[in-house]
T-cell receptor, first 112, second 115 residues
Framework: GESVGLHLPTLSVQEGDNSIINCAYS??????FIWYKQESGKGPQFIID?????DKRQGQRVTVLLNKTVKHLSLQIAATQPGDSAVYFC???????????FGSGTQLTVLP | DAGVIQSPRHEVTEMGQEVTLRCKPI?????LFWYRQTMMRGLELLIY????????DSGMPEDRFSAKMPNASFSTLKIQPSEPRDSAVYFC?????????????FGSGTRLTVV
C-alpha cells in the first residue's frame, strides 16, 4: 500500500497465531490513543482506542495495552487471519481540537 | 452513509501545474482534516477546519499549498505550482465535535504524482 516505506517495521505471523504490534508515543498530555488499520489503497480505519486513564481495553480479537510510564502502546490481535494483513498505525489525540498525530506504521503480513 | 468522499482517486500532473484535490465530509461532521502520507514522513496533518473555518494550518508545507472550505459539505486542497516532491497520498478526514477518538472517518485518499 501507499504507506509502506523503506523504514517501515514489518511483522510476519502465521495464520492463527497471535500478533503483537508495538508503538512508542511522545506526548504525555495525550488523553486518547488509537490504533488504525490501513489496507492498500484505502484510508486509515479505526480499530480500537484507549483513554489515558486506562491500562487495557479489549475488543473483538484485539486488545490494546497502554504503559504510560514508558510511553508505550501495544496492539494484540488474537488468532490472526489473512484479512488482518495491513499497515497498523498508532495515533494519539491531543490539543484543543482533539487532532490526531500518527506514529510510524508497522506492516503486518499473515502467512498461510 | 457514503463516508468521506475524495476526488480524484489518482492524479498525475506535470511539474508547475495547478492541482486541486476535493473532499466531501460526512454530513453533520463539523471538523475536517487534511493529511498527507509519504514514505519518508508517514501521515502528517496539513490543516484542519472547524465549522468551515481554518483553525490550524501550521502543517501546510509552503505557500504553494492552500485549502478552503466554502461550505459544510465541501473542501479543497490546492497546490500551485506543483513540484515532484509533492507526490504523496492526500487524505481527508472528518469528525463530529461530539466524538473524540472513534469519530474520525477517513476518505480513500488521492494519490498525487507530479512528474
Amino acid at each position: 500500500g501507499e504507506s509502506v516505506g523503506l523504514h517501515l517495521p514489518t511483522l510476519s505471523v502465521q495464520e492463527g497465531d497471535n500478533s503483537i504490534i508495538n508503538c512508542a508515543y511522545s506526548n504525555s498530555a495525550s488523553d486518547y490513543f488509537i490504533w488504525y488499520k490501513q489496507e492498500s489503497g484505502k484510508g486509515p480505519q479505526f480499530i480500537i482506542d484507549i483513554r489515558s486513564n486506562m491500562d487495557k481495553r479489549q475488543g473483538q480479537r484485539v486488545t490494546v495495552l497502554l504503559n504510560k510510564t514508558v510511553k508505550h502502546l501495544s496492539l494484540q490481535i488474537a488468532a490472526t487471519q489473512p484479512g488482518d494483513s495491513a499497515v497498523y498505525f498508532c495515533a494519539e489525540i491531543s490539543g484543543s481540537a482533539r487532532q490526531l498525530t500518527f506514529g510510524s506504521g508497522t506492516q503486518l503480513t499473515v502467512l498461510p | 452513509d457514503a463516508g468521506v468522499i475524495q476526488s480524484p482517486r489518482h492524479e498525475v500532473t506535470e511539474m508547475g501545474q495547478e492541482v486541486t484535490l476535493r473532499c466531501k465530509p460526512i454530513s453533520g461532521h463539523d471538523y475536517l482534516f487534511w493529511y498527507r502520507q509519504t514514505m519518508m514522513r508517514g501521515l502528517e496533518l496539513l490543516i484542519y477546519f472547524n465549522n468551515n473555518v481554518p483553525i490550524d494550518d501550521s502543517g501546510m508545507p509552503e505557500d504553494r499549498f492552500s485549502a478552503k472550505m466554502p461550505n459544510a459539505s465541501f473542501s479543497t486542497l490546492k497546490i500551485q505550482p506543483s513540484e515532484p516532491r509533492d507526490s504523496a497520498v492526500y487524505f481527508c478526514a472528518s469528525r463530529s465535535g461530539g466524538r473524540v477518538s472513534g469519530g474520525y472517518t477517513f476518505g480513500s485518499g488521492t494519490r498525487l504524482t507530479v512528474v
